[in-house]
């Protein structure tokens, strides 16, 4: 729950505050924070990831809804002595509520033409190689979070793997507790 009321607080702020302070710039209000590295931006994603699959909201919604739902049949299977795990899902569950309560109810809703993702950081990575920064997609807490849930569930996992790995080999060598 702390996630996805920080996820929503943010947007609601960053979005008000582009509103009174932000400058027009070519892709909508922004606010440079550090100008050509990080900025504000009013940005609303009607795609998925990176801004992929763009005019795709009502069927990204759709699926969206069966990844949460997959995900909470997911966390309720999980023992509750996988504590990284499920912390790691908490992560990747408070980002994805998040951004579909964006698709369910921004802007009337995906099921009436709205519902598009709010994201508002803006970052512009300087690569020695390059003329220009690089440009990294505009993107929310929620996306943040499910990145670092993605990473904890892969070490969890991992972890997991090798204490289960560990245990069988142990029952090999020990006899199998006989």
Do not use: C
Request: net charge positive; glycine share 14%.
């Amino acid at each position: 729950m702390l996630i996805l009321a920080s996820d929503l607080g943010t947007k609601a702020m960053a979005f008000e505050f582009l509103e009174e302070h932000g400058i027009r710039g070519l892709g909508g209000l922004e606010y440079r924070v550090w100008p050509g590295v990080f900025h504000l931006a009013r940005v609303e994603n009607y795609g998925t990831i990176w801004g992929l699959f763009q005019d795709g909201t009502l069927p990204l919604t759709i699926l969206r809804i069966l990844m949460v739902a997959a995900l909470m049949g997911f966390a309720w299977k999980s023992p509750p002595s996988a504590k990284l795990r499920l912390t790691a899902l908490g992560f990747v569950l408070g980002g994805a509520l998040g951004n579909l309560y964006d698709n369910l109810f921004w802007n009337g809703g995906a099921f009436q033409g709205g519902g598009a993702v709010r994201d508002f950081l803006d970052f512009y990575i300087p690569l020695p190689w390059r003329d220009q920064a690089y440009h990294y997609p505009t993107f929310n807490l929620a996306d943040s979070s499910i990145l670092v849930g993605a990473v904890l569930l892969f070490l969890a996992f991992s972890r997991e793997e090798r204490r289960d790995r560990h245990r069988k080999k142990s029952e090999v060598l020990g006899g199998g507790g006989r």
